[in-house]
């Protein structure tokens, strides 16, 4: 498995094979991580952020099948990531926040006939976080899932702003977002979904929901002798442990047992 | 032996009265099961027991072994020993079937051992012709019909309740699925003793589970009772009330009652 393990400063650590390139520019405001992807591979990213301002780009080449496992824990961070997809490549990104305060900004190109990404973002809000996603379907037969989850806690709060651009005569495109805060404060949470589509031949779907755990879900665990708490704790797991993989999904169960023991 | 017993309880939901002064009492060892028409309070009679917030309890009383359980949680109702095998179970993504059990036997029972719970989900799954993968999919997730009343029936199986309440166990199921959560449930009945209330609409699932009394319920009140030939009557009949032998008093009382 390649792993790259990125602090404010530095790579801490890194074991990548013949199908990944990279290197980290020290811009004095900004370190800027490059990644090329040349063959079908999987990668663990790893940042531990103090107080950092990142840029990662990431270029995917055509004809790949590449898994990014991706944690940002620490204190504080900005951080700017930008996939290019080429063509009849496919992304699925497994990604888990849990830093005390960020700002995330997304791009993702998709710069071929067939390019897919596969988004699955999940985040412990403990203050407030703010996200902007940008989808490009650039070429044809696209494809793009992107899924948000948040959950707010403490004096956490969460923006999602999202937005799937197909431009004219764009056709065959498959555009889908699913976005969801679960909110277990009275701080403001908000999702926008965007589509902007200028083409007839798409299929584009999207779902949001901001609010606490619906009631017929909790009754369903108490009814079967689960303390509400404890229901709590268990649809909160359900929520940020699915559709990830088995990896991260170990990773945020022992995250949740911090909080919520 | 546990007995739950209902005292002329009224129940509202939205501010309309669906339950009016219903009374019935369940020991451990009995099958009641209540028939009627749609929209007459039967699944409304389950989700109060159980404690559906949603559900006001206008009056009336609802004792467990003696103990009013009105204003009890859910979860503490459950813990009792009562158990609602639902109409519609919910569908909740990301929660495993075996983490949802296992918390709800660690609440249950501290002392829960969990080589014994792999041990009897496995014979359980087994017995009901489940897919043993079902068991790590999310609670009911993308689980058919049939799918779902069995894993209702699973749940049962590994929580030992003492008092059952089955709200349209029945409905989604084929031939061969209604054949095998039938015997399930009278299985379980022959080995726990359970007090068990069955809601259905049809004769069908009493082929395999023999109730020992019959009611008829019908604005919210039960307005007849009596032992299985009741059901042959209803299935003969439909809810003719003169044919079942209801005086249309009784009927009219409730009415004038709501």
Redesign the interface.
């Known amino acids: 498995m390649n792993k790259i393990i990125l602090d404010d400063v530095k790579v801490v650590d890194s074991v990548v094979d013949d199908c990944i390139s990279y290197n980290l520019i020290d811009n004095e405001d900004v370190k800027v991580l490059n990644i090329d992807v040349l063959e079908s591979c999987d990668l663990d990213l790893d940042y531990r952020f103090s107080s950092a301002k990142v840029e990662v780009c990431i270029n995917v080449c055509s004809n790949i099948i590449f898994n990014v496992n991706e944690i940002i824990s620490g204190e504080s961070a900005k951080v700017r990531t930008k996939y290019v997809i080429d063509e009849s490549s496919f992304v699925n990104v497994c990604k888990f926040n849990n830093i005390d305060s960020i700002k995330e900004y997304f791009v993702c190109n998709l710069n071929g006939v067939g390019a897919s990404i596969n988004y699955n973002l999940k985040t412990i809000s403990i203050n407030p976080e703010n996200y902007e996603f940008l989808v490009y379907h650039n070429f044809k037969n696209t494809n793009s899932n992107i899924c948000t989850n948040g959950v707010s806690i403490k004096d956490g709060s969460v923006l999602f702003n999202v937005s799937s651009f197909i431009g004219k005569d764009i056709t065959g495109c498959v555009a889908s977002q699913d976005n969801k805060i679960i909110n277990l404060n009275d701080n403001e949470c908000i999702i926008k979904p965007n589509l902007y589509i200028d083409c007839d031949d798409v299929s584009a779907t999207h779902s949001a929901w901001v609010g606490s755990f619906r009631e017929d879900e909790l009754f369903y665990l108490q009814s079967r002798g689960i303390g509400r708490d404890d229901a709590i704790r268990l649809l909160i797991s359900g929520f940020l442990t699915s559709n990830i993989s088995d990896s991260l999904c170990d990773y945020i169960k022992n995250i949740l047992d911090m909080y919520w023991r | 032996m546990h007995t739950l017993k209902i005292i002329d309880l009224c129940v509202s939901v939205d501010g309309k009265q669906i339950l009016n002064k219903l009374n019935l009492v369940i020991n451990s060892g009995e099958i009641h099961a209540i028939m009627g028409p749609n929209g007459t309070g039967k699944s409304t009679l389950s989700k109060v027991i159980?404690?559906?917030?949603?559900y006001k309890i206008m009056s009336g009383h609802i004792y467990f072994d003696d103990k009013e359980i009105n204003d009890m949680?859910?979860?503490e109702?459950?813990?009792l020993g009562i158990?609602?095998g639902?109409q519609m179970?919910?569908e909740?993504?990301?929660?495993?079937n075996a983490?949802?059990?296992r918390?709800?036997l660690h609440?249950?029972n501290s002392e829960f051992k969990l080589y014994d719970f792999i041990k009897k989900m496995n014979s359980t799954v087994a017995d009901l012709s489940m897919d043993k993968e079902m068991i790590h999919r999310?609670?009911n997730q993308g689980f058919s019909g049939g799918e779902r009343k069995k894993n209702e029936i699973l749940?049962m199986y590994m929580?030992e309740p003492n008092t059952v309440l089955l709200d349209e166990i029945d409905s989604g199921l084929d031939v061969d699925s209604l054949r095998i959560v039938g015997e399930a449930v009278m299985n379980y009945y022959n080995h726990v003793k359970p007090g068990i209330l069955l809601i259905t609409h049809y004769q069908r699932l009493l082929d395999y589970i023999k109730p020992d009394f019959v009611h008829i319920m019908m604005g919210g009140s039960i307005v007849k009772s009596g032992d299985f030939s009741l059901v042959d009557l209803i299935e003969k009949y439909g809810y003719d009330l003169n044919k079942l032998g209801i005086s249309t008093s009784v009927v009219e009382e409730i009415g004038s009652n709501e």
């Open positions: 159980m404690g559906d917030s949603n949680a859910v979860d109702r459950a813990r158990f609602l639902m179970p919910m909740i993504e990301g929660v495993s983490d949802f059990l918390t709800a609440n249950k999310g609670i749940q929580l």
